[in-house]
Structure formats: C-alpha cells, structure tokens
C-alpha cells in the first residue's frame, strides 16, 4: 500500500473505518444497531433483500444479470414491492462514487449489515459494474411452486439445497408486511401490527431454522393457513429438512450462510473482473499505548526542509476507530488527529510521522516507504457554498488546499 491510493481509501472508510466522512454519516449509524426502528422496520434486513432483490435475476449459464444495480430500475415491478426497497435505495444515495459502483455499495451494505446483526464476516470484493438499463424480471415471488423456485435458484446458480440454505440466511432478520402483502399479513383491527418477522429475534442468528425445526415458528411463509402462500415451508421441507438439519447449529449456520451470501454477493455478469477479497491494511500492528507520542512533519513546497522542528506539529486529539469489521480483523485501530496552519506562500509538498513509543528504544519514522506523503501542489479547491457574488465589487471567493492523513494503529486481539 502506497498513499495515496484513492480507490483502496474509499473502501476502507466504507466498509472498516465506518466514519461518518464525507457522506455526513456512516452506513453502520444507518444500521441503528441491528434495532429494529418504531414501525418494524429493519435497516439490515432491507438492505439484504435488496441485495437479493438485485441478484436473483442472475443468470449463471448465460452470464448476464446478477449483482448489477439494475434493481434500481426495477423498482416499480410487483416482484420488488415493498417500501424497505424504496428506502434502501436512499439509504444507499450518497455512498457510490468515482471509485465505489453502486452495485459494490450494495454489496458492502449486505456484508456491514450482516455483521452489525451478529452474523458471519462475509469475504467482499470489489469492483461491480453497474448496469444502466432494467433487466429482465424473475425474483421469486411467494405464490410460486417449488418447481419455479428450484428452478429459479438454479437458474441464479444455486442447488435444491443451497436454495434451501440461501433463503433461511436471508429470512433470519425482518419480516412480511401489511402494506406490502396484506394478503398473508392482515391488518389488524386497530392497524397497529405492520410486520409479522420470520423469526423471534431482529438477529442474524440461528432461530429462523431452529424455530422452524421445533414447529414454534411464527414465520407467516411457514405457517399461513392459505398454502399457496407458504413458501418458505415448500423450499425449507423440500429434502425432508435435511438441509435445515445440517444448519441448525449457530455455527454451521453462521459458517453456511457467510459462504452462500459471499456467493449471491459475486454473482455478476460475465466480463466483470472482482477483485481479490477486501482485507484491511494498517499502517503499523502495535498495541494501543498511552506514552505513544506521534508527531507530524512536513516539508515546504520547494522541499526545503524548515528550521528544526518548525515544520512540525503534535496530536491534537485521538479516538479508538474500532468497528465490527475492525474487530473481527482483530484490531482495534486508533485515530490521530492533527491540526496545523500551513503557511500559504511556502505550503505543504509532503508529510510524514514519527511515532515514539517512549520505551527506550529509537522513534520509528513512517514515510509511506520512503517517499513521504506528499501532497499534489497544483490542486485547488473551489467551494461556491462559500462563495459570495459581488457586493460593492468585492467578490469573496473560497479556495482550499486540504490534505487528510490518517495513520492507523492496531492491535491484534
Ligand atoms: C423463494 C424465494 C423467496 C421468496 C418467495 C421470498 C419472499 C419474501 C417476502 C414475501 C418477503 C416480505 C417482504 C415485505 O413484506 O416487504 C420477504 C422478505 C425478506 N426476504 Fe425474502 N424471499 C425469498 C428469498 C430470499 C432470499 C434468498 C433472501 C436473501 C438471501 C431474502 C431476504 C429477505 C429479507 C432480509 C426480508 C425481510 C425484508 C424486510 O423486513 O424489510 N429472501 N421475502
């Protein structure tokens, strides 16, 4: 890893670093913490079935569909109904980018949701292509046959059983709604009751299958009196619940559904090169150590170094960065923070840290291997917000130069 690197930034402040910049907030603060909000309705669970929503016209043989974006041209089709997906697709409104695909946001979506429920840590890859026109129609919908849907899964490229297995991971949050199906969920008389869930707990977990098994399930495309309406029933029975068996265990459920979803998630076109799974890159493994003096350096624009220590500046504050992903990758990353004026006539042309552990032993330099992080001198930043028209022939204009640097600790747990 060499700063700068645009493309790789991007992905790790999406999916590890979960800061609320640039977008204002973070996909993980979208998510409340797996809670449900006052109607019943479950971020993470909208998200997933959006994801599905936009894979499940994939056709593997083929090559085309598959996880694309085309959902958002879809919307209006009865397959896709639902005011979840209507969210999600505003949820998701300022997160793609110049380097991030809206198809690859939405498959970060599904893996930050899944592990923000407690679920597996879903292996991403990036780089998703986003279609520009609709796709052909094809989710299955609830009143279909087994027949249609095994042969639907297998168009998508899943077997009998991981058909089975793919729709008891996604089935394991959220539920059906009044307004979306008031056919299988009735409004009840007062209207307060919105959504009856799949399983008792708003948790990526295990009781979707073990509920189911024990015949305490509640899920109404298990229990419906109107048996055309059961599908979850037809597809979770269809191998006398050998599947559902085999994944009743919370690991053999976790470890079953991070593959299957890993799957559905890298189901894209054909020509669509991913990229090899997305790992965080810290700058240094260390532990997290209150001595620990960090100090910035730079240089000025014509490289000339400045008296001693002159250009240079401390930590202004530091915060623990640590999210789910960060956790589970087995660190726990701290932020540093500088703030420094720079001088506009001589300026910035790189950067670097020197970080002291006060251990005894010599400062250690990180200087992006060997370069320093420099900074582009002949960008400019223009910012009309700010920006008044002319009054008494004045004109304020606001200009910036701004660089961000961020050095990353973490520890191994
Ligand atoms: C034969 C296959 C499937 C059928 C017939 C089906 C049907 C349904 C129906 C009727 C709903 C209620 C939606 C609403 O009321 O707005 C629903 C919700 C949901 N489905 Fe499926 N589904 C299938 C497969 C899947 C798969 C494979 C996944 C993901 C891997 C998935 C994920 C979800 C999620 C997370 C919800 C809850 C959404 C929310 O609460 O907002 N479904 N599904």
Known sequence: YHWPEPKFDAIEALLYEQSPEPHGVSLTAILNKCVPGPTGEHTAAEWVRFAYHDMATHNAEAGTGGLDASLYYELDRQENVGLGMRVTSFDFVDFPGKYVSRSDIIAIGTVVAVAECGGPTIPLRMGRVDALVAGPAGVPEPQQDLASHTASFRRQGFTQSEMIGLVACGHTFGGVRTPDFPDIVPATADGSQLVVTFDSTPKFDNAIVTEYLAGTTKNPLVVHPNRTVTSDLRIFSSDNNVT?????????????????????????????QLSEV?????????????????????????????????????????????????????????????????????????????????????????????????????????????????????????VAVGFRAVLVFSKIL
């Open 278 to 398: 997305i790992k965080p890159l810290p700058v240094k493994l260390a532990t997290k150590n209150p001595e620990r003096k960090v100090t910035m350096f730079w240089e000025n624009r014509s490289g000339g170094k400045c008296a001693h220590n002159a250009c240079s500046a401390p930590v202004v504050s530091t915060n623990d960065t640590t999210t789910t992903l960060f956790q589970r990758a087995g660190m726990s990353p701290q932020k540093y923070r500088f703030n420094t004026p720079i001088n506009v006539t001589t300026s910035v042309s790189k950067f670097w840290f020197e970080v002291d552990e006060n251990d005894g032993k010599k400062p250690q330099i990180y200087n992006n291997g060997g370069t320093g992080y420099e900074i582009q001198q002949d960008r400019v930043l223009f910012v009309p917000e700010l920006s008044t028209n002319a009054f008494n022939n004045n004109f304020t204009v606001v």
């Open 244 to 272: 559902m068996k085999s994944i009743s265990s919370p690991q053999a459920y976790s470890k079953r559904c991070g593959d299957l979803l890993a799957r559905m998630l890298d189901s894209v076109p054909k020509g669509v």
